[in-house]
T-cell receptor, first 113, second 116 residues
Framework: AQSVTQLGSHVSVSEGALVLLRCNYSSSVPPYLFWYVQYPNQGLQLLLKYTSAATLVKGINGFEAEFKKSETSFHLTKPSAHMSDAAEYFCAVSDDQGGKLIFGQGTELSVKP | NAGVTQTPKFQVLKTGQSMTLQCAQDMNHNSMYWYRQDPGMGLRLIYYSASEGTTDKGEVPNGYNVSRLNKREFSLRLESAAPSQTSVYFC???????????????FGSGTRLTVV
């Protein structure tokens, strides 16, 4: 069965610093991978997705993620954090049949002024 | 605006009461899902519907039932609410190709349920 692990339930960075949120998945077949963001008291919004095209995926709000098959990783990065990036971020992987998403536990990002 | 609409946004129930959470999407998606979100546990799938007329259990189906009323609507019912069902519930929809390609979910804004 597929699973996804997000390393670090809380990450704190200073405004302008690099954001790195880690995600590792288990998969016996090439998966579809997603990052979602959730702002307080809101639903989840798609940031970006990997669907076996380019390994470096660019998303909204300056975020990007790199698919590394050898490391089974799909880490999310942003070169310079902004206060508005403070939110919870979820990594998700499609199941073997492709129709359902399995979510990680989430990483709460705090941005300090 | 196109998207997924959930009602109600907030609900307080007493133990043993029943209620139905409503979800509707207007994107003509074939698949719909119900998740619950609890602190530190991410989102866990309760039930899903791959197409109109079909429903399947997810990871945590106990205590819940669902109905895929038509292509647009997918409801979640709690027959006898328990405090352990206090959670935030999200409905989502997606278009899933027959070969399994998934575009990603569109989420509703959630229902915050408290069972006392």
């Amino acid at each position: 069965a597929q699973s996804v692990t997000q390393l670090g339930s809380h990450v704190s960075v200073s405004e302008g610093a690099l954001v790195l949120l880690r995600c590792n998945y288990s998969s016996s077949v090439p998966p579809y991978l997603f990052w979602y963001v959730q702002y307080p008291n809101q639903g989840l919004q798609l940031l970006l997705k990997y669907t076996s095209a380019a390994t470096l995926v660019k998303g909204i709000n300056g975020f990007e993620a790199e698919f590394k098959k050898s490391e089974t990783s799909f880490h999310l990065t942003k070169p310079s954090a902004h206060m508005s990036d403070a939110a919870e971020y979820f990594c998700a992987v499609s199941d073997d049949q492709g129709g359902k998403l399995i979510f990680g536990q989430g990483t709460e990002l705090s941005v300090k002024p | 605006n196109a998207g997924v609409t959930q009602t109600p946004k907030f609900q307080v129930l007493k133990t043993g009461q029943s209620m139905t959470l409503q979800c509707a999407q207007d994107m003509n998606h074939n698949s719909m899902y119900w998740y619950r979100q609890d602190p530190g546990m991410g989102l866990r799938l309760i039930y899903y519907s791959a197409s109109e007329g079909t429903t399947d259990k997810g990871e945590v189906p106990n205590g819940y039932n669902v109905s895929r009323l038509n292509k647009r609507e997918f409801s979640l019912r709690l027959e006898s609410a328990a405090p352990s069902q206090t959670s935030v519930y999200f409905c989502a929809s997606s278009e899933v190709k027959f070969w399994g390609a998934l575009d990603g979910y569109t989420f509703g804004s959630g229902t915050r349920l408290t069972v006392v």
